[in-house]
């Protein structure tokens, strides 16, 4: 009867550690490490991280508006979630006119640490128009080659924000 109890236990227990485990969403945001590469999170999330949205809210915003064009945001708010390792609390999608970011928000300021791991755009540049970079430091990097990307820490909202536009 002991080492029923026991098994029970143990599966019990078991099963609740997996309940509780972390939704880890780095495989779906690497792409943010590689110059900025952000995917979309409105089109076609993969179920396996939809388990960590407890809301999401869409909103319009015609503050910026071109030519009847406001930004979409999409905001997912999330439980238990990681990102790159760090405790992953809210992601925002914007679309724009030409242009969108994804912003990641982060428990605490500890993710500051993954700067020297998000790379600069490796992009085959044009003749008459080079890769320019504007900035790129701990803080994040900007630069412009037919658009712009930008990568912004900040410490401040404990985000990092991917930005691109024409």
Known sequence: MKKLAIVLGMVFLGQTAIANAATDWTPYLKPMMSGCNFPNPTDKLPARYKTSITSKKFRVDKT???DGYGEQI?????KNATAFGKPLLKLEYLAGYE???LKL??????FTALRPQFKLPKVDSYPD???QVMKNNASG???EEM???NLIFDR????????SGL
């Open 64 to 66: 910026n508006e071109i």
């Open 74 to 78: 999409t905001t997912y708010t999330l």
């Open 99 to 101: 242009w969108g970011h």
């Open 105 to 110: 928000y982060f428990k605490d300021t500890k």
């Open 129 to 131: 128009d080079p890769l």
């Open 141 to 143: 990097y900007e630069v």
């Open 147 to 149: 658009g712009y990307t």
């Open 156 to 163: 401040k909202e404990k985000s990092i924000t991917c930005f």
